[in-house]
């Protein structure tokens, strides 16, 4: 982006619903269509709101957050069997031995940049003039939502690419820590900041954005789709507990979880879980799904081709499915499980195919045909219950009743069955099993996986032909794109 800055789709990402003007090709003249200049890119609040349109578009590229960073958390970890013994659809990735060239990362790294530069040249841009274009209250808005957004990219970068925090209280490498926008050659150069930086820098981002982002919109969509108070703090939930921050999460839980069943924020979008799982991947604009990538079949508004989660874990048509059949569930994974009873709703997220020895196991949470048009979950109020959940118990050392309450929340919805109370546990160590083993139930399939097990210092379980990975064998973590390497000479690799 020597001399213009992208203009990057926006028809296509108007369906993310967030309320800002249409795309109008007139604003363009005289720049060429795909183009807007550096001059004028800020210089009307229609070219701002596009900006901030793409900002979402990079997160939701079929490279990063649209797709492939959900499955590879995914194919990780135990749950999934590889069926393809294809690169390019991750195989390496399942075996956990990428190299440095390897498609997935070479182009994660890619992607997640190239998000992240965008929100730069944004916060650049804004601070440049475009704020005063737009009003210091709509300017405040719209840099939030890019911090969010590079604070989630930062976040995303170190699960894969970075040593756990656990090791070393994040004194280890981490990822370059790029802040200002990068519109030239030559500006590559730039030695990893180590994990507690990035994660400070993650931290600072989301609590920025909290403070600027609004309580809520007024659509539905627009509170699934778009960053909100609620969306930043939901995600501080994860990052500190990744941290190991217990005590932080409990604090920012605290101000979107009730103390009591049911279980509601009380403050900004009124999240809760849904009454049925199942409605969570069909009814998308829902108050459970805090944070979600939104698809359509319009040109440029999917995934794209070998990026979606259905075509990754669904069967093939042949099979009943709507997919390529790349990755079926490990007969010994998670759903092997006796406690995961077979009246849960959330066994209908699994198909059977074949008969005797050939019968195999298929995700099918996500149902969309091609062109996979189901919306890409980022974070759900399960999830910031359970993450609270887990840091009541970790925190207290106890059995503690709320947790225990929490826990029961995300298993009843499901299983009308089966509840629990702190007799049902004898230890904290069981409730913390408990709440991790219903983790790995409740979000099978939604990118979890990898980030639960090296949080932990966890050893990455066999699964098929591929033995177990330890937390300190090579392939732990993945190497540094050979692409980076190339380019940026202060670079070191894993």
Known sequence: MNKYIKYAAVCSLLPIGIGL???????????????????????????????????????????????RFVVYGDIRGEEFINETSNLVTGSDVWGLN?????????????????????????????AAGGSAIVGADAAARYVAEAKLIRGLSYYSLLQYYARPYADGNGNKPGVPLRLNGIQSTGQSALARSTVAEVYTQVLKDLNEAEAGLPASYTTASDNTTRAHKNTAIALKTRVYLTMQNYASVITEANKIVSATAPFKAPTGVAHQL??????VFTSYANPESIFSMPMTSTTGDFPGTQNQLAY??????????????????????????????????RRSFIKQ??????????????????????????????????????????STNTVDPQAVALLSAVRNRSDAATSYTTASFATPAELINAILLERRIEFLGEGLRNNDLVRLLQTIPAKGTIPAKGPNESGYIWPISATELQLNNLATDN
């Open 21 to 67: 003007s249409s795309c109008n090709r007139d604003l363009l003249t005289p720049i060429p269509q795909t183009s807007v200049s550096d001059a004028s890119a800020f210089s009307t609040t229609n070219r701002i709101q596009t900006q901030l349109l793409s900002l979402y578009g990079a997160l939701k590229e079929g490279n990063f957050y649209g797709g």
């Open 98 to 126: 990428p190299t440095n060239s390897a498609t997935a990362v070479q182009n994660l790294w890619y992607y997640a940049y190239l998000a992240i530069n965008k929100c730069n040249i944004f916060i650049d841009g804004m």
């Open 274 to 279: 849904q009454p049925d799982i199942t409605t």
């Open 312 to 345: 990754y874990f669904s069967p093939t048509a042949a099979n009943g499915g709507v997919g390529n059949g790349e990755y079926s569930l490990n007969p010994r994974g998670i759903i092997a499980e006796p406690t995961w009873t077979a009246t849960d709703k």
């Open 353 to 394: 195919s074949g008969t005797g020895t050939n019968v195999k196991n298929w995700l099918i949470k996500y149902k969309a045909p091609s062109p996979y048009t189901d919306w890409v979950p980022v974070i759900r109020y399960a999830e910031v219950l359970l993450n609270l959940a887990e840091a009541k118990v970790r």
